[in-house]
């Protein structure tokens, strides 16, 4: 599967537990930020954390690296990977419930404005 094609699917979960998704993907040359990820995904209840896409094999670059650990020391959410391991965010996060599976049968997003438990 290609890197946009995952892009497409980890967007459309998000959209589905009620995120807006920013992409900053580029074909081309741009001119940001070096490791920008792909996605800024924000949610009323959670707040925004990033996503980098990967589709499986796929590897980060230095800048990508670099991104993810000041991310991670600036304690703001980053998502490394394809749809299983947005999944698996959404759910530690409590906006997802249900088994993990490969497409989105079985999965009961959260109301936003349920209480955590």
Same mark, same amino acid.
Do not use: N
């Given at each position: 599967?290609?890197?946009?094609?995952?892009?497409?699917?980890?967007?459309?979960?998000?959209?589905?537990?009620?995120? =807006?998704?920013?992409?900053?993907?580029? #074909?081309? %040359? =741009?001119?940001?930020?070096?490791?920008? /990820?792909?996605?800024?995904?924000?949610?009323? %209840?959670?707040?925004?954390?990033?996503?980098?896409?990967?589709?499986?094999?796929?590897?980060? =670059?230095?800048?990508? %690296?670099?991104?993810?650990? #000041?991310? %991670? =020391?600036?304690?703001?959410?980053?998502?490394?990977?394809?749809?299983?391991?947005?999944?698996?965010?959404?759910?530690?996060?409590?906006?997802?419930?249900?088994? #993990?599976?490969?497409?989105? #049968?079985?999965?009961? /997003?959260?109301?936003?404005?349920?209480?955590?438990?």
């Amino acid at each position: 599967m290609l890197e946009k094609q995952v892009a497409y699917r980890v967007a459309l979960l998000y959209k589905g537990v009620g995120c =807006s998704v920013y992409s900053t993907q580029q #074909t081309r %040359r =741009s001119r940001q930020a070096v490791g920008l /990820p792909d996605f800024y995904v924000l949610h009323p %209840r959670l707040g925004g954390f990033w996503h980098e896409v990967k589709r499986e094999g796929g590897k980060q =670059s230095l800048g990508q %690296r670099a991104f993810e650990l #000041t991310c %991670r =020391s600036a304690k703001v959410g980053y998502v490394l990977g394809g749809v299983e391991e947005a999944r698996t965010y959404l759910t530690a996060c409590g906006l997802l419930v249900g088994p #993990t599976m490969t497409d989105l #049968t079985g999965f009961r /997003p959260i109301p936003i404005d349920a209480e955590k438990p």
